[in-house]
């Protein structure tokens, strides 16, 4: 059913069929309107957006690209920014990747099929995608990382300071007394993982503590790998007295063994990650971390987007927001 249908049907212009169901009143009789209206409920009329929007060059749609939906971080930045966006009229659309930049590429190329207005994306590797990021964002399409960084890339982003939240996390346990730290660590393509393992290597050297390569296992992202990591060290035989995890999911996985085998947690082990979320306080022990401030990041990276959006400005711009160190009965 079209506007040139009703307008037949009425024996009226289609313009004026058009400027009613578009909102706009001037110039055009109560009675026509009412007539107009009644007449388009009746015919089972629906306005399609996608074609308003289009002659508009716009779709007022934005897309999503998370890498995973296991930990509640990324459900409620979605929640947060589809809040942001909708109340500025716009609508999103969800992809997830799952820590693979193949399907990461296929969820670009979807969405620049569809017409999106722009992306907001955590990457999953900090340099494999960049050659499709760049494409995008030289046809007009902007781009905000979230979380995670590129590599070599002047791009716009909200993160946090892993480097410095880290470093501040193992000083802390330091100065509690524990010197033997485990570090189960994030994979060495996802940027963050970099800076996190970097600001432990960090706390080590401004409290004189000899880095020991033994005590760094790679952990993957997964509790899955948590569990074998934790097992790997184990088979070492060494002493230690703290886990600290690039992500709880890995912790988690760690924490499962450990108590398996009986360890006290934190009488004989300390446990700690970066990227906590509410996870960490569903089991016990409660789990110390580092926490994200995800409302805020996705505010902020909705607020970017909708500015290149709306001005065509596709200048970098860079935020980093301060993360929140909770301690809890794991230390």
Same mark, same amino acid.
């Given at each position: 059913?079209?506007?040139?249908?009703?307008?037949?049907?009425?024996?009226?212009?289609?313009?004026?069929?058009?400027?009613?169901?578009?909102?706009?009143?001037?110039?055009?009789?109560?009675? +026509?309107?009412?007539?107009?209206?009644?007449?388009? !409920?009746?015919?089972?009329?629906?306005?399609?957006?996608?074609? $308003?929007?289009?002659?508009?060059?716009?779709?007022?749609?934005?897309?999503?690209?998370?890498?995973?939906?296991?930990?509640?971080?990324?459900?409620?930045?979605?929640?947060?920014?589809?809040?942001?966006?909708?109340?500025?009229?716009?609508? !999103?659309?969800?992809?997830?990747?799952?820590?693979?930049?193949?399907?990461?590429?296929?969820?670009?190329?979807?969405?620049?099929?569809?017409?999106?207005?722009?992306?907001?994306?955590?990457?999953? /590797?900090?340099?494999?995608?960049?050659?499709?990021?760049?494409?995008?964002?030289?046809?007009?399409?902007?781009?905000?990382?979230?979380?995670?960084?590129?590599?070599?890339?002047?791009?716009?982003?909200?993160?946090?300071?892993?480097?410095?939240?880290?470093?501040?996390?193992?000083?802390?346990?330091?100065?509690?007394?524990?010197?033997?730290?485990? /570090?189960?660590?994030?994979?060495?393509? $996802?940027?963050?993982?970099?800076?996190?393992?970097?600001? #432990?290597?960090?706390?080590?050297?401004?409290?004189?503590?000899?880095?020991?390569?033994?005590?760094? $296992?790679?952990?993957?992202? !997964?509790?899955?790998?948590?569990?074998?990591?934790?097992?790997?060290?184990?088979?070492?035989?060494?002493?230690?007295?703290?886990?600290?995890?690039?992500?709880?999911?890995?912790?988690?996985?760690?924490?499962?063994?450990?108590?398996?085998? /009986? #360890?006290?947690?934190?009488?004989?082990?300390?446990?700690?990650?970066?990227?906590? +979320?509410?996870?960490? +306080?569903?089991?016990?022990?409660?789990?110390?971390?580092?926490?994200?401030? $995800?409302?805020?990041?996705?505010?902020?990276?909705?607020?970017?987007?909708?500015?290149?959006?709306?001005? /065509?400005?596709?200048?970098?711009?860079?935020? +980093?927001?301060?993360?929140?160190?909770?301690?809890?009965?794991?230390?």
């Amino acid at each position: 059913m079209t506007i040139i249908d009703i307008a037949k049907e009425l024996g009226i212009s289609k313009s004026t069929v058009s400027r009613v169901l578009a909102g706009d009143s001037r110039n055009v009789k109560p009675e +026509t309107m009412r007539k107009i209206q009644e007449t388009a !409920t009746k015919m089972g009329y629906r306005r399609n957006e996608l074609a $308003v929007n289009l002659r508009r060059q716009t779709t007022k749609n934005i897309g999503i690209i998370i890498p995973e939906i296991v930990t509640p971080f990324f459900m409620t930045f979605i929640q947060q920014a589809q809040k942001y966006m909708r109340k500025n009229g716009f609508r !999103t659309i969800i992809a997830v990747s799952n820590e693979d930049s193949e399907q990461e590429l296929e969820n670009l190329v979807m969405f620049e099929q569809c017409r999106i207005d722009g992306i907001l994306i955590c990457p999953c /590797h900090k340099s494999k995608n960049n050659k499709a990021f760049q494409r995008l964002m030289d046809s007009g399409i902007p781009l905000v990382f979230f979380d995670r960084k590129v590599s070599e890339m002047d791009v716009s982003q909200v993160s946090i300071d892993d480097n410095l939240m880290s470093h501040f996390m193992v000083e802390a346990l330091i100065r509690r007394g524990r010197k033997k730290i485990v /570090h189960i660590a994030g994979p060495d393509y $996802v940027s963050n993982a970099v800076d996190r393992y970097r600001g #432990y290597r960090e706390a080590l050297e401004k409290f004189q503590i000899p880095f020991d390569a033994r005590y760094v $296992v790679d952990g993957g992202l !997964t509790a899955d790998e948590g569990v074998q990591a934790m097992e790997q060290f184990l088979s070492l035989g060494l002493d230690f007295d703290t886990v600290f995890g690039f992500t709880e999911t890995a912790v988690l996985g760690a924490k499962s063994v450990l108590q398996k085998l /009986h #360890y006290k947690i934190p009488d004989d082990i300390a446990l700690c990650c970066l990227s906590g +979320t509410t996870l960490c +306080t569903l089991v016990f022990p409660t789990i110390s971390a580092v926490e994200q401030p $995800v409302n805020q990041m996705a505010s902020e990276a909705c607020r970017i987007l909708q500015r290149k959006i709306e001005t /065509h400005d596709m200048s970098p711009e860079k935020i +980093t927001l301060r993360g929140e160190m909770k301690l809890r009965e794991s230390t």
